[in-house]
């Protein structure tokens, strides 16, 4: 019997998610990532080691939008089930880099913020990996994973808000 992985499953049980939605890693020890691609309503929570996210150093030149390309096409080929997260040894630094690499990771961390929780809202997946978009918030939460309802509450309020305010993503 794996302990870690069956105190993890019973944690992420009681926040109301299920092992096909967790993508591996200690969600105890980790920052959480949750990916909410809106188009075809799969959500996906990844966990990264805090020591192995704080470690990843960013290239000199590292635009947020290349590292979102990046990680979109990663999206795409798990999408069409060409390849799985936890086989793909460069998704989560890819990811990790795109996370660093914005202005609400920045701010953030001039919070000083101890347990992040960062949200990404994928849109227009369906048009290709080429014109999806990737919608990055922090979720103001403090406990080990945020549970599901609150987390689609929170993509939701952003969603709304985003077709306010930039019909022309939609």
Known sequence: MDFDKTVSKAHLEASGWNMDSFRGGNPFESYCIYVHDVDNTQVNLFTVLRKDFDSLQLPPVAPAGILASLVCECLERYRMGKSRPENDSEFLPKLVAY????????????????????????????????????????????????????????????????????????
């Not at 913020?113 to 949200?119: A, E, K, N, P």
């Open 99 to 170: 996370i660093k690499a914005t202005q609400i990771f920045g701010v953030w961390q001039q919070h000083g913020g101890t347990r992040l929780h960062f949200v990404i809202n994928v849109y227009g997946s369906k048009k290709g990996a080429k014109k999806s978009m990737l919608r990055p918030f922090v979720a103001n939460f403090d406990g080990t994973v945020l549970p599901t309802n609150e987390l689609m509450d929170q993509s939701t309020q952003v969603l709304q808000m985003d077709k306010a305010r930039h019909p022309e993503w939609f």
